[in-house]
């Protein structure tokens, strides 16, 4: 075996701590030039990351009975308890067996008429001429179609403003804990009080919702329905609402705000986009059967996941020594895989910093995802179950909006990716024009 290779930087007792919390992408990109393994230290914790696309895919789909998930889904655990998004098998594939149906072809089809009235009212309430933080109103809007889609709970204004003042600091608050030594969380920090004081809040919100499941005894014909009448306890119910909100509702939330930034600062790509939904839907509203004759959005939709991918790093622990390359991994070792990092790979992508909904026309992009080169939802059994919702939801949002109004970017603060729980911009001030 070849020695590991340690990336430069390292720092006595804080490891490569301070270069991560300086940029963090910038850090995890440059390390794909160092090896297809290549070592770093979160204080004297070495994690692995894997550059190369065939290893990654050996970590994520064929050796995957080697890895169990890595340290933010275990610090995620001990918050939310064992979830879709959390949990390491057998638990993890009994949960999404029962949760599956909920996910089918069929039912995203009827999701998207939920999908499309919730936009369609968000989109009437514009005004020409206003000034919008994007950013922060699709946050709300992805929030309330998951609720609607999946719960058909009207949380009520009040409840969906609490669930986004929440999720922001709990999924900020995951990330570092992981990131951090144990006794931080004890430290009375503004961040940790955030935290503490979210989690109680979202808590007590999934725990009304399901205590009025329970007490109505109707079927829904949602998902929340299918878990109450299975043999769920509600504190696991509970857990299964969480990882949902936690794992998707921000991450398209923040994949739609890019790609509207996208729109907003490429003409061409707008007026295709504009083109195709009027010659297609000529001013009818969007249905599921639509979205398949809508190739430029899909593109559009599919390079925005891949240019901007929100989920910046996936972390697994091998379970036994495993050899990736030249490199030995450890039994207990954290494996890291950063999408953004691979998906932005010159070596993997053509000009890949350049967004191109076209290069979806490449006959070999049908092969990206099998290579391992191209991942955004994961891959073997741990793919998010929630990929063809998210797919359908922005192509849905992106159409309704693109009907009737024309987004430009407004004066501001100059738009960038920030890292936190994910890579999300900044802020996003748009203004709004009819078309």
């Known amino acids: 075996m070849g020695a590991v290779t340690v990336a430069a930087g390292r720092v006595p007792g804080l490891g490569h701590a301070l270069a991560l919390a300086r940029g963090p992408m910038k850090f995890i990109q440059g390390l794909r030039s160092q090896g297809d393994v290549v070592t770093f230290y979160l204080g004297t914790v070495p994690i692995h990351q894997i550059n190369s696309p065939d290893l990654i895919r050996r970590v994520l789909v064929t050796d995957a009975h080697q890895f169990g998930r890595g340290q933010i889904f275990a610090k995620a655990r001990q918050l939310f308890g064992d979830g879709l998004a959390t949990a390491d098998e057998p638990v993890h594939m009994r949960q999404r067996r029962i949760m599956q149906p909920a996910f089918h072809r069929d039912r995203i089809a009827t999701y998207v008429d939920v999908m499309r009235s919730e936009?369609?009212?968000?989109v009437d309430s514009w005004r020409p001429g206003q000034i919008v933080r994007l950013d922060r109103a699709?946050?709300?809007?992805?929030?309330?179609?998951?609720a609607k889609a999946l719960f058909r709970a009207d949380l009520g204004t009040a409840a969906v403003t609490e669930v986004c003042r929440s999720l922001g600091p709990i999924l900020n608050g995951v990330t570092k804990r992981a990131m951090l030594p144990d006794v931080y969380e004890r430290i009375p920090t503004p961040?940790?009080?955030q935290f503490d004081a979210g989690l109680r809040r979202l808590t007590a919100i999934v725990d009304e919702v399901i205590k009025a499941y329970r007490e109505s005894g109707?079927?829904?014909g949602d998902l929340l329905s299918m878990l109450v009448s299975s043999e769920m306890t509600d504190?696991?119910?509970r857990t299964q609402v969480m990882n949902i909100l936690m794992a998707g509702t921000d991450t398209t939330a923040i994949t739609l705000s890019w790609a509207f930034h996208e729109l907003a600062v490429n003409p061409d790509v707008r007026r295709k986009v504009f083109d195709e939904v009027d010659t297609v839907l000529a001013g009818r509203p969007v249905t599921a059967a639509d979205l398949a004759k809508l190739s430029y959005v899909?593109?559009?939709?599919?390079e925005t996941v891949r240019r901007h991918t929100p989920v910046w790093l996936l972390m697994r622990k091998a379970l036994a020594p495993v050899e990736l390359g030249d490199v030995t991994v450890a039994p207990g070792a954290q494996v890291m895989i950063s999408m953004p990092a691979l998906h932005?790979?010159?070596a993997l992508f053509t000009d890949p910093l350049r967004f191109d909904p076209d290069r979806w026309l490449d006959p070999r992009a049908s092969e990206w995802p099998k290579a391992g080169s191209l991942v955004p939802f994961g891959a073997g059994r741990h793919r998010?179950?929630?990929e063809a919702f998210a797919l359908a939801e922005l192509a849905t949002a992106l159409v309704t909006v693109s009907q009737k109004w024309e987004l430009r970017p407004a004066p501001g603060p100059r738009v960038r990716e920030v890292a936190r729980a994910f890579l999300r911009p900044n802020a996003l001030l748009m203004a709004l024009q009819p078309r």
Request: charged share 30%.
């Open 344 to 346: 932005r790979d010159p």
């Open 119 to 122: 936009m369609r009212e968000f």
């Open 384 to 386: 998010c179950i929630g």
């Open 218 to 220: 109707a079927d829904h």
């Open 138 to 146: 699709v946050s709300r809007l992805t929030l309330a179609v998951t």
């Open 191 to 193: 961040g940790n009080r």
């Open 235 to 237: 504190t696991e119910i």
């Open 298 to 302: 899909e593109r559009v939709v599919a």
